[in-house]
């Protein structure tokens, strides 16, 4: 979660390794200035949802003698 704070060009890094480039608080990019570990939890997120639904899926395919 991004803190909000008003940045200037002394007090912000950019980001690397995106299409665009964010500027980001020094407190919040100490963990780097690549946004990959956002769009790793987007993606790992997506895929948890998805195993859920398939898991459901088969869940009720066994529930209803089909499988």
Known sequence: MR???MLCGDCCVL???GVQVYALCRRCA???R???PGWRGVG???AL???GLVLANVG???L???W
């Open 15 to 17: 980001t690397e390794g």
């Open 34 to 36: 690549s946004l990959r």
């Open 60 to 62: 009720v395919s066994l």
């Open 3 to 5: 803190c909000r704070r």
């Open 49 to 51: 949802v998805l195993l």
């Open 30 to 32: 100490v963990r780097g």
């Open 64 to 66: 209803a003698g089909r």
């Open 44 to 46: 790992v997120t997506l």
